[in-house]
């Protein structure tokens, strides 16, 4: 099956800095992109939508500022986590949609981000 | 009410029991995700069903689309099956969009 791949797996950073993380398609072309967000024990909850080439859609509640996503090409979108807090602290989690006669979607493995 | 629920939210099996985990929803879809998410984390893409019934080793997944109804079972169950399976719908008329439900979390002991 495809493969979407997430860099870096987890990562601890200091309250103020950015953090950028990259989701990857490793065997495929995704046209697009979704970004998530976990918190503990909750469900994945949809942060944005990225089509290559095009800004992002992002959901009700999610600072497009504070998140910056882009989608440079048909196999990279990066995460960009500005100024980040404590409150910023969750797992997040691409997937990359293929359009062919069955769509589907598939998943990263996520990224812890701790903000200290 | 939920538009996807799930049932039961928790689940502890011995090694070997036959599992099943439930998922209704109440919009009309054009496929259904059974997903798998371990502590720590990632999540596996274990199945999209848009009709019918699909097996892949020891899960099989069932969709009644009449009914708004999907099954996955697990046979033979082993502790490395202990997880969070979740199941997502998109709608019809979505491209991607997903509504997720709450997760069932399972625990198979040896």
């Known amino acids: 099956g495809a493969v979407v791949s997430q860099h870096p797996s987890w990562v601890i950073c200091k309250s103020g800095t950015s953090v950028k993380i990259e989701c990857r398609s490793l065997?495929?072309?995704?046209?697009?992109m979704f970004w998530y967000r976990q918190f503990p024990k909750q469900s994945l909850m949809l942060m944005a939508t990225?089509?290559?080439?095009?800004?992002?859609?992002?959901e009700q509640g999610v600072e497009k500022d504070k998140f910056l996503i882009n989608h440079a090409s048909l196999t990279l979108s990066t995460l960009t986590v500005t100024s980040a807090h404590p409150e910023d602290s969750s797992f997040y989690i691409c997937?990359?949609?293929?359009?062919?006669?069955?769509?589907?979607?598939?998943f990263g493995p996520g990224t812890r981000l701790t903000v200290l | 009410k939920n538009e996807v629920e799930q049932s039961p939210q928790n689940l502890t099996a011995q090694e070997g029991e036959f599992i099943t985990i439930n998922c209704s929803y109440s919009?009309?879809?054009?496929?259904l995700h059974w997903l798998q998410q371990h502590p720590g984390g990632g999540i596996v893409s274990l199945f999209m069903?848009?009709?019918?019934?699909k097996k892949h080793g020891r899960l099989i997944a069932t969709i009644n689309i009449q009914e708004k109804h999907s099954s996955l079972h697990i046979t033979a169950s082993h502790p490395r099956d202990s997880a969070v399976y979740i199941c997502?719908?998109?709608?019809?008329?979505?491209?991607?969009?997903?509504?997720w439900g709450a997760g069932t979390k399972l625990i198979i002991k040896p």
């Open positions: 997937s990359a949609g293929v359009v062919r006669a069955t769509d589907t979607q598939y």
């Open positions: 065997d495929f072309q995704a046209t697009t």
């Open positions: 990225s089509n290559e080439g095009s800004k992002a859609t992002y």
């Open positions: 919009v009309g879809i054009s496929a």
């Open positions: 069903l848009s009709s019918g019934k």
């Open positions: 997502a719908v998109r709608p019809m008329g979505s491209n991607y969009q997903l509504i």
